[in-house]
């Protein structure tokens, strides 16, 4: 590798950070993306790895992290920043040996540190990695226009978001029959927010933060960009549906849902089904 920029996990991150940027989701510092490394990937980032800063303590902790690295977006960054800007927009921690604090091995350079949000990313990780047997590595948050103004209209309940989405677009019970999961409005950043969203995402694999926006998991960058722009664009026929006034005349019944789940061989949450 000439650089670490030159690292596929790096080029992947990027990529993500900059494919969120064109869609609209990332206002200014808003959002954040965190990547659980693969052995391979230290590896090839390890060369360029400077001295290691001191640890910092988090108020959260997983045993099931202790020693990963993790690719982080930075705390008051802006996602329109990464790609011009990446060693100061983006960086890499350690996690410690008790799962409970980080240092910067790469990147936050000129004193920046992890996404306001790593409370947040650092539970899901743990919990996803759980249910996933170690497959999840990717952590995304954004500002998904569509899917807050849905927040204003629908009751915040998984039944009522799952069945919704479900109904506005043919692909969304294939690509999360489990659902998806609710958070009432919390206050960003802290560790309360970081329960209630890893709760949901024992279950589901993606959390609706209401009036805020989307948080979303995935084994790669490609599952969890894609899982976030499906839920997204149903959400946006919904509303659309709606704002037109036209009576709905039909949409998506319980019995075609049940005939898309048995013929791509899925297992569509029967809590939500009528
Ligand atoms: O600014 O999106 O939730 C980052 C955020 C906080
Ligand atoms: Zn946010």
């Given at each position: 590798m000439s650089g670490i920029l030159q690292v596929p996990a790096m080029q992947g991150f990027i990529r993500m950070c900059m494919?969120?940027?064109?869609?609209?989701?990332h206002e200014r510092n808003g959002g954040n993306l965190t990547y659980r490394m693969t052995e391979e990937d230290v590896n090839q980032c390890r060369p360029f790895f400077h001295a290691l800063g001191s640890w910092v303590q988090m108020d959260v902790q997983a045993e099931n992290l202790a020693g990963e690295y993790f690719i982080t977006t930075g705390s008051g960054k802006y996602f329109r920043n990464v790609e011009p800007d990446p060693s100061h927009s983006?960086?890499?921690?350690?996690?410690?040996?008790?799962?409970?604090?980080?240092?910067?091995?790469?990147?936050?350079?000129?004193?920046?540190?992890?996404?306001?949000?790593?409370?947040?990313?650092?539970?899901?990780?743990?919990?996803?990695?759980?249910?996933?047997n170690g497959a999840n590595r990717v952590i995304y948050h954004c500002h998904a226009t569509n899917v807050i103004t849905l927040t204003y209209i629908l009751s915040l309940t998984d039944r009522d978001f799952s069945r919704a989405l479900w109904q506005s677009a043919t692909e969304c019970p294939v690509v999360f029959p489990e659902g998806v999961g609710v958070c009432p409005w919390m206050v960003p950043g802290g560790v309360d927010i970081a329960r209630a969203t890893s709760e949901k995402m024992k279950t589901y694999q993606a959390a609706i933060w209401a009036q805020h926006g989307l948080f979303v998991s995935g084994s790669d960058f490609d599952t969890a960009f894609g899982l976030a722009h499906t839920i997204e664009k149903s959400a946006e026929i919904?509303?659309?549906?709606?704002?037109s006034g036209q009576p709905i005349r039909q949409t998506i019944t319980d019995d075609a849902l049940r005939a898309i789940a048995k013929d791509f061989g899925v297992d569509l949450n029967k809590e939500f089904l009528e």
């Open positions: 494919d969120g940027w064109y869609q609209g989701w983006l960086g890499i921690v350690e996690i410690n040996g008790e799962g409970n604090a980080w240092r910067i091995v790469w990147g936050l350079e000129d004193g920046g540190k992890p996404t306001s949000e790593f409370p947040s990313h650092f539970m899901n990780h743990s919990v996803r990695k759980e249910a996933t919904y509303w659309k549906v709606l704002a």
